[in-house]
Nanobody, 127 residues
Framework: VQVVESGGGFVEPGGSLQLSCAASGFVFSSSAMSWARQAPGKGLEWLGGVYSDRTTRYNDSMKGRFTISRDNAKNTAYLQINSLKPEDTAVYYC??????????????????????WGRGTQVIVSS
């Protein structure tokens, strides 16, 4: 199982960004994908996830500016962030339980101790 995040960068406040998570090594279309972030000096914050049927679940505090989606044809999950704020500065991670022994887990994982997570992509929001 491998997941690789991309799309981070330097953005001015009020801007938007779409992060991507390219997945391989498991049946992507049958597995849920999750997003989390870690701001400087803070712990991991779970943002939400998308199930195999494209339904989503979000951290209640993240509703509104964050949109998670997936493209099964591209084995890629996405995190769209609008109206970026300086406090959104963080490393953003995607994760999944993937599949094991022909069993795929359509479960949105919420901690990096559960499942497989990438190395993250840095987002810096500053003027």
């Amino acid at each position: 199982v491998q997941v690789v995040e991309s799309g981070g960068g330097f953005v001015e406040p009020g801007g938007s960004l779409q992060l991507s998570c390219a997945a391989s090594g498991f049946v992507f279309s049958s597995s849920a994908m999750s997003w989390a972030r870690q701001a400087p000096g803070k712990g991991l914050e779970w943002l939400g996830g998308v199930y195999s049927d494209r339904t989503t679940r979000y951290n209640d505090s993240m509703k509104g500016r964050f949109t998670i989606s997936r493209d099964n044809a591209k084995n890629t999950a996405y995190l769209q962030i609008n109206s970026l704020k300086p406090e959104d500065t963080a490393v953003y991670y995607c994760g999944t339980r993937g599949c094991k022994e022909k069993v795929c887990y359509d479960i949105v994982v919420e901690t990096t101790t559960d499942g497989y997570w990438g190395r993250g992509t840095q987002v810096i929001v500053s003027s």
